[in-house]
């Protein structure tokens, strides 16, 4: 496991092989880095979902972005906090809390933030 704000995320998992659960969550794409925070993983997006198995892979707006850039595909790793029972408003909250706490450089890069529906 690993913590991002106070948060219990799933261990990072190589993007290229995660298969998540059809369940709503808070995800963290990270790349290993010893400066990171947490050690040693660095947050390079943080976003929300309510269906993580069809959002969080290669696909992923975030993931392709990330490659256009000629970063390497096998770099980036996932870690997922499965929030079943929280609405879209609350995990919206959540990414952006998180978002502002680490500055994830693809959030910042494309002005990705999370809307919060009313």
Known sequence: MIFFG???FSDPTPIMIYGGAPLPA??????FDVRGNPQPYR???IGQTGNAAAKVDVNHV?????TEEGEALGMLNVSVLYLPYVRERERAILA???VGQYEPELNRKFSVGHRIAD
């Open 96 to 98: 952006n809390r998180l």
């Open 6 to 8: 106070g948060l219990q």
């Open 26 to 31: 808070l995800y963290v794409l990270s790349v």
């Open 43 to 45: 947050a390079v997006y």
């Open 62 to 66: 975030a993931v392709v972005r990330w």
